[in-house]
């Protein structure tokens, strides 16, 4: 396994995942949370990294809203009034502001180590995320993407708990596996609405992420639609060449 969180964390992908996380929590309230991927849970920053396309761009957000929380929420991971984020917060560390019982994966020794410290509370499992995968109040399935098969994984797993609510994140570099992943779901029978945001032209190919999705299956529709309707608020602070776009999908 050589992916390592860390050097991502913070970044637009991370914004815009947890940015939806919060959302959902907040409307959805369960009282069972299973992440198949939860990483470190906080993570440390150094003085430059993925974060400054990524939580810098809206440190000094003010404008309220489901973006002014998630700021917020961010900013209690530093010290007040700090210039910048010292540490980010993880999806399980957000979700633990909200969910009592989390069941969380890690497959690495050392961030699930790092996990437990996080949160000491949470039932931290050191195994393969997507094959013990059992119906909660919420799922969130995080594959690093590394490798071709976690996309077919994903969907495979997200099949196996057809009624459960489920956020799936995925990376957008090009359309062509994203698209096939969402026909795949509907292949197996998961429906949803699929949201992406894109913070640099397609035509633009480079190492990072050119923007990423969020499928929302058995979600409340508000939920999604909350999401949407902070695009226009992260689409400006997150794109890298003066130009953003969105895109949703019913499927
Ligand atoms: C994208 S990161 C998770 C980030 C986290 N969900 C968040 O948003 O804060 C992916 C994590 O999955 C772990 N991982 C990779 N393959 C895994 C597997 N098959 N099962 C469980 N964890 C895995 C990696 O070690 C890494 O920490």
Known sequence: MDYAHARHAGNAGDVFKHVALLAVLQELKPASYVETHAGDGLYPLGSAGEWGDGIQRLWNYSEGGLVGRYVDLARSFSQPGAARPEAYPGSPLLASRFVEKQLLYEIDRQAASVLRRALPNADVRVED?????????????????????????????????????????????????????????????????AVELHWTPLRLKRERLNGSGLVFSHIPKRAVSAVCAVLPALGPALQTHGEWGSVVIGF
Do not use: C, F, M, N
Request: a positive charge.
């Open 129 to 193: 995320g997507l094959a013990p995968l059992a119906p909660a109040d919420l799922v969130l399935i995080d594959p690093p993407y590394a490798q071709k098969q976690e996309w077919t994984d994903a969907a495979r797993a997200a099949a196996r708990i057809p009624d459960t609510p489920l956020l799936l994140w995925y990376p957008i570099k090009a359309l062509t596996r994203p698209r096939a992943l969402i026909s795949e779901l509907a292949r197996l029978g998961i429906h949803g609405t």
